[in-house]
């Protein structure tokens, strides 16, 4: 009885053996390609300031206007952005919009007739008229999109139609220059007493 | 008593005989003997170039959008059984995020020129990593080889995560033998 048994099982975990060895249907050889290396390219935009003069990151308070008044216009002469590029691939274009915000007085004063304007900052910002836009001499205040149809190139305008297709910087430490020259509206009211307009100029390197 | 002994010892040897049976249908690291009618026969294969493929002195900077970078690896059998392509998988070192980015795709080129070739993988480099079945067409004869014809590319929609990586893979080629699945 016990060699039947033995027998039987013995048999049984044969074929189960033969049966798992089954399962490798097919033999293989495998070879290895090594070392393949993929790197992705890099652009870096750097900028600089009439105040702030080394490449850097991200510059601010390039231009500052206090007590505007409509009708004021500020040419800023002297400040200026410079743009430069590093990285190890070259951009196609550089493009230049634009947000903003607007910071109420607190307390408000009495004759601002909008306390709200920084839940709506578009009505003050289609009153910063912009009246030079150069990049390295060449102006494109022409070609900024009057988004709003008013007659003027305002910060709206830019925000909502940045201006895409201009020349690339040059490569660090040569450098190109923007300049920015703009006008408080004479048709702005009492709704912008006391109102701060938070300007961020945005630039940007495309592909 | 005696049962219990005799069952172990039933048990231990199929145990044994098991491991001796899958020990043996693993691949050796270069070749792998196979007796047929009582003869062995090796299924061997090389790569050509054996150096790498791809590297950024050679084929520049991946960006979105860039040129795709097209790579032939050609698979000889330097055994003695033909072989189809049946598989590939890659490894990864460095920024092995890059890998996420990067499209791959791999044809089994054909001979002649109005043969088209056969198309193997068009996927992400990433999912190499786990191993990809595919079926080669061609059953390539002892002394011959097969193309690989390998394009990578980065996507136009690919975003600045990817900006400045370096990644290294090894990829692998697997062939198999006998050529019906």
Known sequence: MDTKMLTAILVIGLVATMAGAGLYAYF?????????????????????DWNELTWRDGVTATWTATNMKPGDSFPFDVEFVGLSRSGTITPGSLEITCNYSVIEESPPTEADTDPYTNEHPDTMAKQMIITRFKCNGTEYLGS????????????????????TGLPIPVVTDGGTFFRLSVKFSEDAGNDFQGDTFDLTMIFTLKQ | MKYKQILTSAFTIMLVLSLVMFMANQ???????????????????ELSPKQRLFHPDKDGYFYPGSPKITKNLEVINVGDVPFRICRFNATFYGNISLATGLQMEILELGKGKGEKPNF????????????????????????????????????????????????????????RFPLAK
Do not use: R
């Open chain 1, 28 to 48: 293989s050889d495998t070879e290895t390609s090594k070392g393949n290396t993929f790197t992705t390219g890099t652009l870096d935009l750097k900028t600089m």
């Open chain 2, 27 to 45: 691949p050796p690291a270069s070749a792998h003997a196979i007796f047929l009618g009582g003869k062995e026969k090796n299924l061997d294969i």
């Open chain 2, 120 to 175: 193997l993988y068009n996927g992400t480099l990433s999912s190499l990593a786990e191993g990809v079945e595919v079926n080669g067409k061609s059953a390539i004869p002892q002394g011959k080889s097969v193309t690989l014809q390998f394009t990578v590319w980065m996507p136009e929609t690919a975003g600045n995560e990817y900006q400045g990586l370096t990644m290294t893979a090894d990829i692998a080629v697997t062939v």
């Open chain 1, 144 to 163: 900024i999109v009057d988004v709003d149809g008013d007659g003027q190139k305002t910060f709206y305008d830019l925000k909502n139609s940045p201006l």
